[in-house]
């Protein structure tokens, strides 16, 4: 089976520094579970995914609270997505201290998937999301079809520009009021796009 490396999707990211400096800390979110716990990145999604490769990412967790926690990753649920080497294991955590891991996913099938890793603490549990996405088409229409008032006999010529940003072609059809005859048409009204 290849392997190969796949960055997640990105997210946000709360940093607090250590010593309670003013402005130096992010507000913090009222239905968090755990406040202290800074997970990197907050969830992880493979997009592109093929049937038998592996797909890792690495997930930092850094303990912002000025105490030792617990903490303990409970795999997931599904044999998708894994947890690579021992990282289920239970571990200390220092003030301030990170600790990584890495999530794998492998799938015979070209489907999406979701999935979450549950981290436990002493305190409460706080969930890392795990999603894997198939190849899908990403169109895009750029540019105005607006002809704006027409003199009789004349013609106008618009262009509409599609791009697929996706990860697999896309194919589009245009839908107008054929009613109109000869007087509007619209080349090519069917196709596809490539990525």
Same mark, same amino acid.
């Given at each position: ?38 997970? &990197?990145?907050? $969830?992880?999604? =493979? ?8 797909? !890792? @990412?690495?997930?930092? /967790? ?19 997505? &894994?947890?690579? $080497?021992?990282? =289920? ?8 201290? !990170? @600790?990584?891991?890495? /999530? ?36 895009? @229409? ?40 000869? @007087? ?12």
């Amino acid at each position: 089976m290849p392997v190969s490396k796949f960055p997640p999707e990105t997210g946000s990211m709360r940093l607090t520094m250590p010593g309670g400096r003013a402005g130096s800390t992010s507000p913090v979110d009222p239905n968090d579970p755990l406040p202290w716990l800074r997970l &990197f990145p907050p $969830a992880v999604n =493979f997009h592109g995914i093929e049937a038998d490769t592996v797909y !890792t @990412a690495e997930v930092t /967790v850094r303990n912002a609270d000025s105490r030792i926690h617990t903490v303990k990753m409970i795999k997931p649920t599904t044999k998708k997505f &894994f947890l690579v $080497a021992d990282a =289920f294991k239970s571990f200390k955590l220092a003030p301030g201290m !990170t @600790a990584k891991f890495e /999530v794998a996913f492998a799938a015979d099938s070209q489907n999406d998937f979701w999935d979450k890793i549950v981290i436990q603490t002493e305190v409460g549990d706080a969930e890392l999301p795990l999603a894997a996405y198939a190849p899908a088409p990403e169109c895009r @229409a750029e540019g105005d079809l607006d002809m704006g008032v027409i003199a009789q006999g004349c013609s106008v010529t618009r262009e509409l520009t599609l791009t697929n940003h996706g990860s697999s072609p896309g194919a589009y059809r245009c839908d107008y009021d054929r009613t109109l005859g000869p @007087a509007l048409r619209v080349e090519p009204a069917v196709g596809s796009v490539p990525p």
